[in-house]
């Protein structure tokens, strides 16, 4: 049984720089640089985010003999929960996307769950 | 001395060897690293941070791999010195710890408490013993710590690794049964000097390759076996560590002779100090070494490589057959050197 415990203050961080453009798909060191964390609090919070079906993830393909990169966004379920959310994180959403940098692939790769 | 400049001795030549053996355009996480998808580079065989991360994800579940995938993409992308080091440290963090661990849950939390447990009978035989009056203490203290840290955090690594908590786990125990039978049972036997004859090569030769040769045999490849021999060795040590302290706390500077002249608290210090010394550092250094170079010496001889080999068709020789008998040979004589060390070690027990 998986147990939903309310989000931290740091996801809510992530779920609405996520929010600002949910159409569009982010890489991780994006939202590192954009939500102001250390990689290492980021991407427990993506896996999280993401067992909680809240965050669509894709591959993009990498270069000749470079790994693919991870791409996230909000899902339907993520989106619909970002609306939920009480008014009073929406400061630190809006500090966050203050540092969001512009400017991202356009993807041909199939969602993933 | 001589035991620690042979197992000195003994990591310089596994490396030299490990060196060797991986250096053609092999990753160099090893077969430690994670699995590449295919047309991608070797993403562990870049700078260190790509390194460290490379080893980090592969401490991840199956379950989420793909997530280690995705840091290791990241970084892949990301240019400077001090940004992948960062990225790559925060990452790595997050992959050691990340759930699920599984049962490896409990065999961590165990070892947890074990060298909370050495720590904190330091820390009362210390204030009982009036101890921790002097800077030399608080530096020792400190040093204490950051080994117990450091175990746990290899210790974490190492049972989240498949196949290697059982028999790692299994070998700590009969490391330290045989470190305890051989020293004495009692506290105060314990903390006496060892007489019994051959004791020497029988704790930091025979019981370590034993470890490493049965470790390989259950668990199926030398990585898992040099992995369960690493794993028996902090267990061991922390296991160890606290019935030695446990032990100096009970006796004091009573039961067997100590320093001749030393007050009480002298003597406590001694003792403190030489349970680190024997617990946390020539036993794991010897069970780790020596049970590295058998797990290798196994493997090679069990299957003529590192892994149980696949059923191929025979190629009829060739290059390739030539360096794989070239490698069986340094690995005979790296178990000759280790044979002879024990021999020449039982010598001198016997000699005593």
Known sequence: MQR?????????????????DPSRWRYGYDLVTEVGLKSGSLYPILVRLADRGLLDATWEPGPEGRPPRHLYRLSAAGREYVAALPAAAQPAARAGRAGRAAGHPHLRGAEAS | ?????????????????????????????????????????????????????GWATGLLAADRAEWGQAMLGELDRLEGRAPRWRFAAGCSAAAMILPPWGRAAAAAGSLAAVAAGGLAVFAFASIHYGLGRSTGTWVGAAVLFAILAGYLLAG?????????????????LFVAAAWLAVSGWGFNRFLGPITMPGALPLLVIVVPAAVGAGGTLWAGSAVAGRRVARLAAVSAGLGLYLYGVLAVTAVGAGGPPGLPGATVAGNVADRLGNQVILALLVLPLATATVGWAAAAATARLRWGQPEPAPALPATGGGPAAAAAGRSRTAYLLLLSATVAAALILASVGLMR
């Not at chain 1, 939903?4 to 929010?19: E, G, K, M, T």
């Not at chain 2, 060797?20 to 090893?30: I, K, N, S, Y």
């Not at chain 2, 974490?156 to 700590?172: C, F, I, N």
């Open chain 1, 4 to 20: 939903n415990r309310p989000p931290s203050a740091q996801a809510i961080r992530v779920l609405r720089a996520l929010a600002s």
């Open chain 2, 156 to 172: 974490g690594s190492l049972l989240r690794r498949p196949g290697v908590a059982g028999p790692g786990l299994a070998g700590g």
């Open chain 2, 1 to 53: 001395m001589f035991v620690v400049v042979l197992l000195l001795g003994g990591i310089g030549v596994a490396l030299i060897l490990r060196r060797l053996r991986t250096a053609p355009a092999a990753p160099a996480g090893g077969s430690d690293g994670p699995a590449v998808p295919a047309g991608a580079a070797p993403v562990g065989a870049g700078d260190a941070p790509a390194r460290l991360l």
